[in-house]
C-alpha cells in the first residue's frame, strides 16, 4: 500500500512573516548583516543602486524603502563576505570543482582575482590584468575571422558596459551576440515587433492603479517579482479582477501579505489576489486566449443583433488596426473542441473570462516565461496581443501589454545594441560616430553560437556575467562546446560552472558589483543605468567598500580587452572608462531615445524612453497594429503526451531560493519544499500511478527522438495542484532533459515549458545509462 497523497504543507499566504523571517536568514547567512542591511536600505533609492533582483518598476523611486524578500536575497548573496581567493584555486582542482553543485560553487562568495586555467596542473592560476588583456587580444586577433568569436551577455550588464561590449564586439568585426534573452523573452520581443512595431511593453505603474481587469499569463510573481505583487493586490483591493493562467497553483498569486502594512503583518491577515485562477495545460495559453476572443466576438454579434452597441473598440479597430477580418475568420476557424482539448479549459470559464473583459473599460495583460518558452510562444504572444486590440486595449492609461523581463536590465541591452540582428540605422549610427566600418552579417543567438561552437566554426566565447553552461539546454553537448573553444573569458562576480570548462587558453575576470562603490582613477564614484519593464531609465550607484582590490568595473574589464584587441586608435576606451559620463554621450548619439542623458539620469525617477506603440503610433510595416490570423498548434507537447503510455510534458521554472542558476537556499516555501531540489511536481492521480510501479524516487528520461539520450537522475515525485500528465521542476538541474533540438519559431527560444519526458525507477534508468 502507498501513502495517501495530501499535497504538502505550504505557508499559507505569499509574503508576510515568512518573508520576514526568511530575510534575516539570508542576511546572516551572507556573514554580511551589516553591509547587506546598510545596502539593502539603498536598493532602488534615487541616490543608491538598482536591485539586481528583477525588472519590476520602481515606484515613487525614493520615497519608501520598498521591501523584496527576493531582492534581499540578490543583494546580501552580492554582498557576502565570503571570498574565493587565488589560494581557494591551488586547493580544487577544475576537474575536483564539476563534482560541486552549483549552490556550493557560488557559496564559496566572491571572486578576487584575474584566474587564468593551467591545463598542466589543472588549476586556476592568479595573473595580472596586463597579462589577461594582452593573451586576450592576442588570442582573438589570431582567429581567422572575427565571426569565430561569441560574444554573451546576462542582463545584468548596465547600459553604459553593455554598449561598450557590442562597441568591442563590432570594432572587432562581428555582430555574435547570444543574449540570456534568447533563452527568455526573445518571443515577446519578436510577437510584439510584429504586433505593435516595437518589442517592447505599453505599459507603466501607474497602469496597474487603474485597470479594472489584469490578465497575468504564464508567471509566478511571488517568486520572481514579488514587487509586482504589492501593484496585483492594490488592484485587487480597489476591486480590479486578476485573472490568472497558470497550470500550477501558486501560492503568491492567491493570497499575499504586505510585509510593509504593520496591522496587516500584525493580525496576520493576507489578501486574495487572484479573482480567477484559470489552470490551463502547459502551451495551452493561445487556445485559451482564442476561446475568449471567440467568446468575445460571440458577445458582439448578439449585442449588435439586438441593437445594442458594439462591445468591441470599433474606432479604434477601423483607424488603428490592420488584419481584423481574417483573424475573425481564424477565430471562427477554431473550433471549440480544439481550444477546450489544447488548453485543457472549459468553454464555460473562457467565456466568463471574456465576460470580464467586456466589462471592463481597461484591461492590461502580463506575462512571462509561461507563455515564451514554447514551440508556438511568438503566436501565442500576439494571440494575446489581438485579444487587447479588440477592445482598444493599448494606448491608454490603465490598459496596455506588458511583458515583465527578467534581468534587471535585459531590456535595456537590447535598447543599448547588444542584437545579434541590429537594425541598418544603428550600425550606420555607429559608423558615423566611430569611423570604423560595422559588419553587416548578422550574427549568433545561442543556439546558433551554440552550434558553431560544437561543429568548430566558433572558437572564442567571451562572457559578460551569466552562466551560459548551465542557463542553456543539453548541459552535456554544451560544456563540451565551450571545453572545445580556443579561448573561453568570464567575466564574473562568482565562480560558476560555465567557468570548469576553460577553452585551451581560459580566464575567469572578477568584476564589481552592483552594489559596489566603483571609484575611477581620480577617485570620482560612478554611476551606471539601467532600464526597467516600464522602460524608465535611472541611475544605479553602488555603495559597499569592492570585495577585492584587484576588482575592475566590467566596464573598465571591456576596455581593456578591447584596447588589447583593436587597439585605442579610432576608439579611447580607457578615457570612457574613465568616466562614463563618456559613454553616455556617445548612447545619445547613437541610440534614439536617449537626448539630455546625462542630465535626465541624475533626476530622482530617470527619464521614460519614449514608445511610441504606448501613444497608439505603431511602426509596423503597415503603420498599424497589426492582428495575427495563425491557426493553433497541430498539437501541444501536451496533447502529444496524453497519447501516450506513461508519457509527461514537463515544465521547468524556479524555486523560491535561487536567482537562475544561482541557488541561494534548499528551500521552495509557497510550494512546501524544504531541503532539497531534485523534485518533480506532478498530479495527485498521477502520483499514485507513478508510486506504485516505480517508487518514491525516480529517474526522468528524455523523450526528443534526436539521437541524444537524456536522463536526469535521482527525483522525488512531489504531489501538487496542476494538470494531468505534465510535470514540473526546477532548472538548472533539469536542463540535461531541454532539447537543443526544439524551439520556439522565429524565437529560437528552448522549449524549457514543454519538454516530453517519460518516468522510470532508479535502477532501470541507471543500467540504460
Ligand atoms: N527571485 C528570482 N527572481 C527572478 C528570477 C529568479 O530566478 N529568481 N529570474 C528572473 C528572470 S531572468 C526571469 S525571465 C523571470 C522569470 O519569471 P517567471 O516567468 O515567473 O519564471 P518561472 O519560474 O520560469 O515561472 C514560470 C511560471 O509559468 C508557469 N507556466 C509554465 N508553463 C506554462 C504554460 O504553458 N502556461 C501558463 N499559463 N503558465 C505556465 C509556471 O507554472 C510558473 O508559475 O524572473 C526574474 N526574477
Ligand atoms: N530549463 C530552463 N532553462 C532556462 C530558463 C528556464 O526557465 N528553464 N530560463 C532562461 C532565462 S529566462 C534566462 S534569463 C537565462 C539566464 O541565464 P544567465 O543570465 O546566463 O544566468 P544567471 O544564472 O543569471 O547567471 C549567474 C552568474 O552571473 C554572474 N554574475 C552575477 N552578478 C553579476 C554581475 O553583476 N556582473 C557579472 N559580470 N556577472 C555577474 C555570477 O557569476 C553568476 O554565477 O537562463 C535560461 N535558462
Ligand atoms: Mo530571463
Same mark, same amino acid.
Not at 500 to 519: F, S
Given at each position: 500500500?502507498?501513502?495517501? /497523497?495530501?499535497?504538502?504543507?505550504?505557508?499559507?499566504?505569499?509574503?508576510?512573516?515568512?518573508?520576514?523571517?526568511?530575510?534575516?536568514?539570508?542576511?546572516?547567512?551572507?556573514?554580511?548583516?551589516?553591509?547587506?542591511?546598510?545596502?539593502?536600505?539603498?536598493?532602488?533609492?534615487?541616490?543608491?543602486?538598482?536591485? +539586481?533582483?528583477?525588472?519590476?518598476?520602481?515606484?515613487?523611486?525614493?520615497?519608501?524603502?520598498?521591501?523584496?524578500?527576493?531582492?534581499?536575497?540578490?543583494?546580501?548573496?552580492?554582498?557576502?563576505?565570503?571570498?574565493?581567493?587565488?589560494?581557494?584555486?591551488?586547493?580544487?582542482? $577544475?576537474?575536483?570543482?564539476?563534482?560541486?553543485? %552549483?549552490?556550493?560553487?557560488?557559496?564559496?562568495? !566572491?571572486?578576487?582575482?584575474?584566474?587564468?586555467?593551467?591545463?598542466?596542473?589543472?588549476?586556476?592560476?592568479?595573473?595580472?590584468?596586463?597579462?589577461?588583456?594582452?593573451?586576450?587580444?592576442?588570442?582573438?586577433?589570431?582567429?581567422?575571422?572575427?565571426?569565430?568569436?561569441?560574444?554573451?551577455?546576462?542582463?545584468?550588464?548596465?547600459?553604459?558596459?553593455?554598449?561598450?561590449?557590442? #562597441?568591442?564586439?563590432?570594432?572587432?568585426?562581428?555582430?555574435?551576440?547570444? %543574449?540570456?534573452?534568447?533563452?527568455?523573452?526573445?518571443?515577446?520581443?519578436?510577437?510584439?515587433?510584429?504586433?505593435?512595431? /516595437?518589442?517592447?511593453?505599453?505599459?507603466?505603474?501607474?497602469?496597474?492603479?487603474?485597470?479594472?481587469?489584469?490578465?497575468?499569463?504564464?508567471?509566478?510573481?511571488?517568486?520572481?517579482?514579488?514587487?509586482?505583487?504589492?501593484?496585483?493586490?492594490?488592484?485587487?483591493?480597489?476591486?480590479?479582477?486578476?485573472?490568472?493562467?497558470? +497550470?500550477?497553483?501558486?501560492?503568491?498569486?492567491?493570497?499575499?501579505?504586505? +510585509?510593509?502594512?504593520?496591522?496587516?503583518?500584525?493580525?496576520?491577515?493576507?489578501?486574495?489576489?487572484?479573482?480567477?485562477?484559470?489552470?490551463?495545460? #502547459?502551451?495551452?495559453?493561445?487556445?485559451?486566449?482564442?476561446?475568449?476572443?471567440?467568446?468575445?466576438?460571440?458577445?458582439?454579434?448578439?449585442?449588435?443583433?439586438?441593437?445594442?452597441?458594439?462591445?468591441?473598440?470599433?474606432?479604434?479597430?477601423?483607424?488603428?488596426?490592420?488584419?481584423?477580418?481574417?483573424?475573425?475568420?481564424?477565430?471562427?476557424?477554431?473550433?471549440?473542441?480544439?481550444?477546450?482539448?489544447?488548453?485543457?479549459?472549459?468553454?464555460?470559464?473562457?467565456?466568463?473570462?471574456?465576460?470580464?473583459?467586456?466589462?471592463?473599460?481597461?484591461?492590461?495583460?502580463?506575462?512571462?516565461?509561461?507563455?515564451?518558452?514554447?514551440?508556438?510562444?511568438?503566436?501565442?504572444?500576439?494571440?494575446?496581443?489581438?485579444?487587447?486590440?479588440?477592445?482598444?486595449?493599448?494606448?491608454?492609461?490603465?490598459?496596455?501589454?506588458? +511583458?515583465?523581463?527578467?534581468?534587471?536590465?535585459?531590456?535595456?541591452?537590447?535598447? $543599448?545594441?547588444?542584437?545579434?540582428?541590429?537594425?541598418?540605422?544603428?550600425?550606420?549610427?555607429?559608423?558615423?560616430?566611430?569611423?570604423?566600418?560595422?559588419?553587416?552579417?548578422?550574427?549568433?543567438?545561442?543556439?546558433?553560437?551554440?552550434?558553431?561552437?560544437?561543429?568548430?566554426?566558433?572558437?572564442?566565447?567571451?562572457?559578460?556575467?551569466?552562466?551560459?553552461?548551465?542557463?542553456?539546454?543539453?548541459?552535456?553537448?554544451?560544456?563540451?562546446?565551450?571545453?572545445?573553444?580556443?579561448?573561453?573569458?568570464?567575466?564574473?562576480?562568482?565562480?560558476?560552472?560555465?567557468?570548469?570548462?576553460?577553452?585551451?587558453?581560459?580566464? /575567469?575576470?572578477?568584476?564589481?558589483?552592483?552594489?559596489?562603490?566603483?571609484?575611477?582613477?581620480?577617485?570620482?564614484?560612478?554611476?551606471?543605468?539601467?532600464?526597467?519593464?516600464?522602460?524608465? $531609465?535611472?541611475?544605479?550607484?553602488?555603495?559597499?567598500?569592492?570585495?577585492?582590490?584587484?576588482?575592475?568595473?566590467?566596464?573598465?574589464?571591456?576596455?581593456?580587452?578591447?584596447?588589447?584587441?583593436?587597439?585605442?586608435?579610432?576608439?579611447?576606451?580607457?578615457?570612457?572608462?574613465?568616466?562614463?559620463?563618456?559613454?553616455?554621450?556617445?548612447?545619445?548619439?547613437?541610440?534614439?531615445?536617449?537626448?539630455?542623458?546625462?542630465?535626465?539620469? !541624475? !533626476?530622482?525617477?530617470?527619464?521614460?524612453?519614449?514608445?511610441?506603440?504606448?501613444?497608439?503610433?505603431?511602426?509596423?510595416?503597415?503603420?498599424?497594429?497589426?492582428?495575427?490570423?495563425?491557426?493553433?498548434?497541430?498539437?501541444?507537447?501536451?496533447?502529444?503526451?496524453?497519447?501516450?503510455?506513461?508519457?509527461?510534458?514537463?515544465?521547468?521554472?524556479?524555486?523560491?531560493?535561487?536567482?537562475?542558476?544561482?541557488?541561494?537556499?534548499?528551500?521552495?516555501?509557497?510550494?512546501?519544499?524544504?531541503?532539497?531540489?531534485?523534485?518533480?511536481?506532478?498530479?495527485? %492521480?498521477?502520483?499514485?500511478?507513478?508510486?506504485?510501479?516505480?517508487?518514491?524516487?525516480?529517474?526522468?528520461?528524455?523523450?526528443?527522438?534526436?539521437?541524444?539520450?537524456?536522463?536526469?537522475?535521482?527525483?522525488?515525485?512531489?504531489?501538487?495542484?496542476?494538470?494531468?500528465?505534465?510535470?514540473?521542476?526546477?532548472?538548472?538541474? #533539469?536542463?540535461?532533459?531541454?532539447?537543443?533540438?526544439?524551439?520556439?519559431?522565429?524565437?529560437?527560444?528552448?522549449?524549457?515549458?514543454?519538454?516530453?519526458?517519460?518516468?522510470?525507477?532508479?535502477?532501470?534508468?541507471?543500467?540504460?545509462?
Amino acid at each position: 500500500m502507498t501513502d495517501p /497523497v495530501s499535497t504538502p504543507k505550504r505557508s499559507s499566504a505569499a509574503g508576510g512573516w515568512g518573508a520576514l523571517k526568511s530575510c534575516g536568514k539570508h542576511l546572516l547567512g551572507s556573514r554580511s548583516p551589516l553591509s547587506g542591511a546598510r545596502a539593502l536600505l539603498k536598493a532602488n533609492q534615487p541616490d543608491g543602486f538598482d536591485c +539586481p533582483g528583477c525588472a519590476w518598476g520602481d515606484p515613487e523611486h525614493g520615497s519608501s524603502f520598498e521591501f523584496c524578500e527576493n531582492g534581499v536575497k540578490a543583494v546580501s548573496w552580492e554582498a557576502t563576505d565570503k571570498r574565493t581567493p587565488p589560494k581557494f584555486f591551488a586547493r580544487h582542482t $577544475v576537474s575536483e570543482l564539476r563534482g560541486w553543485s %552549483d549552490y556550493a560553487l557560488e557559496g564559496e562568495g !566572491r571572486l578576487t582575482h584575474p584566474m587564468r586555467y593551467d591545463a598542466a596542473s589543472d588549476r586556476y592560476v592568479a595573473v595580472s590584468w596586463d597579462t589577461a588583456f594582452a593573451e586576450i587580444g592576442a588570442t582573438l586577433r589570431g582567429l581567422d575571422h572575427p565571426d569565430q568569436a561569441e560574444f554573451y551577455t546576462s542582463g545584468r550588464a548596465s547600459n553604459e558596459a553593455a554598449y561598450l561590449y557590442q #562597441l568591442f564586439a563590432r570594432a572587432y568585426g562581428t555582430n555574435n551576440f547570444p %543574449d540570456c534573452s534568447n533563452m527568455c523573452h526573445e518571443a515577446s520581443g519578436i510577437g510584439l515587433a510584429h504586433a505593435i512595431g /516595437v518589442g517592447k511593453g505599453t505599459v507603466l505603474l501607474e497602469d496597474f492603479e487603474k485597470a479594472d481587469a489584469i490578465f497575468v499569463v504564464g508567471q509566478n510573481p511571488g517568486t520572481n517579482h514579488p514587487r509586482m505583487l504589492a501593484d496585483l493586490r492594490k488592484a485587487a483591493e480597489r476591486g480590479a479582477k486578476v485573472v490568472v493562467f497558470n +497550470p500550477v497553483r501558486e501560492r503568491g498569486l492567491e493570497r499575499f501579505a504586505d +510585509p510593509q502594512n504593520t496591522v496587516e503583518m500584525l493580525r496576520g491577515a493576507s489578501r486574495p489576489i487572484a479573482s480567477h485562477y484559470l489552470q490551463p495545460r #502547459l502551451g495551452g495559453d493561445m487556445a485559451a486566449f482564442r476561446g475568449i476572443a471567440k467568446a468575445v466576438f460571440a458577445a458582439d454579434d448578439a449585442a449588435l443583433a439586438a441593437g445594442r452597441p458594439s462591445v468591441l473598440d470599433r474606432a479604434f479597430l477601423a483607424s488603428h488596426t490592420e488584419g481584423l477580418a481574417a483573424y475573425r475568420a481564424a477565430a471562427d476557424a477554431t473550433g471549440w473542441d480544439a481550444i477546450e482539448d489544447q488548453s485543457g479549459l472549459s468553454r464555460a470559464i473562457l467565456e466568463e473570462v471574456a465576460e470580464i473583459y467586456i466589462t471592463s473599460s481597461k484591461s492590461i495583460a502580463t506575462w512571462a516565461m509561461g507563455v515564451t518558452q514554447h514551440r508556438h510562444s511568438v503566436a501565442t504572444v500576439r494571440e494575446i496581443a489581438n485579444l487587447m486590440f479588440l477592445r482598444g486595449n493599448i494606448g491608454r492609461p490603465g490598459a496596455g501589454l506588458c +511583458p515583465v523581463r527578467g534581468h534587471s536590465n535585459v531590456q535595456g541591452d537590447r535598447t $543599448v545594441g547588444i542584437n545579434e540582428k541590429p537594425p541598418a540605422a544603428f550600425l550606420d549610427a555607429l559608423e558615423r560616430e566611430f569611423g570604423f566600418a560595422a559588419p553587416r552579417r548578422h550574427g549568433h543567438n545561442v543556439l546558433a553560437a551554440i552550434g558553431a561552437m560544437l561543429d568548430g566554426t566558433a572558437k572564442a566565447f567571451i562572457g559578460l556575467g551569466g552562466n551560459f553552461a548551465r542557463a542553456t539546454p543539453d548541459t552535456a553537448l554544451v560544456a563540451k562546446a565551450l571545453a572545445s573553444c580556443e579561448l573561453t573569458v568570464h567575466i564574473a562576480t562568482k565562480l560558476n560552472h560555465s567557468h570548469l570548462v576553460p577553452g585551451r587558453v581560459g580566464y /575567469v575576470l572578477p568584476c564589481l558589483g552592483r552594489t559596489e562603490i566603483d571609484r575611477n582613477a581620480a577617485g570620482k564614484t560612478q554611476i551606471v543605468t539601467v532600464e526597467d519593464s516600464m522602460s524608465m $531609465v535611472h541611475g544605479s550607484g553602488g555603495i559597499n567598500k569592492p570585495a577585492s582590490k584587484e576588482l575592475r568595473s566590467e566596464i573598465a574589464i571591456i576596455a581593456g580587452m578591447a584596447a588589447a584587441t583593436v587597439g585605442s586608435d579610432r576608439i579611447d576606451w580607457a578615457a570612457m572608462a574613465e568616466d562614463y559620463d563618456r559613454i553616455r554621450d556617445r548612447i545619445e548619439r547613437t541610440v534614439p531615445g536617449f537626448a539630455g542623458y546625462n542630465v535626465r539620469v !541624475r !533626476r530622482p525617477r530617470g527619464f521614460m524612453l519614449r514608445n511610441l506603440a504606448a501613444e497608439r503610433v505603431f511602426e509596423t510595416a503597415t503603420g498599424r497594429a497589426n492582428f495575427s490570423a495563425d491557426a493553433l498548434p497541430a498539437a501541444t507537447e501536451h496533447q502529444v503526451a496524453a497519447g501516450a503510455d506513461n508519457t509527461f510534458v514537463l515544465q521547468t521554472f524556479r524555486s523560491h531560493d535561487q536567482y537562475n542558476t544561482t541557488i541561494y537556499g534548499l528551500d521552495d516555501r509557497y510550494r512546501g519544499v524544504y531541503g532539497e531540489r531534485r523534485v518533480i511536481f506532478c498530479h495527485p %492521480d498521477d502520483l499514485v500511478t507513478l508510486r506504485q510501479s516505480f517508487g518514491e524516487r525516480v529517474d526522468v528520461v528524455g523523450l526528443h527522438a534526436d539521437g541524444t539520450s537524456r536522463i536526469a537522475e535521482d527525483f522525488r515525485l512531489v504531489p501538487f495542484d496542476m494538470p494531468r500528465g505534465s510535470l514540473a521542476g526546477y532548472y538548472p538541474e #533539469l536542463n540535461v532533459l531541454v532539447p537543443l533540438s526544439t524551439f520556439g519559431a522565429e524565437s529560437d527560444t528552448p522549449t524549457s515549458k514543454s519538454v516530453l519526458v517519460t518516468v522510470c525507477p532508479r535502477t532501470v534508468a541507471a543500467a540504460a545509462a
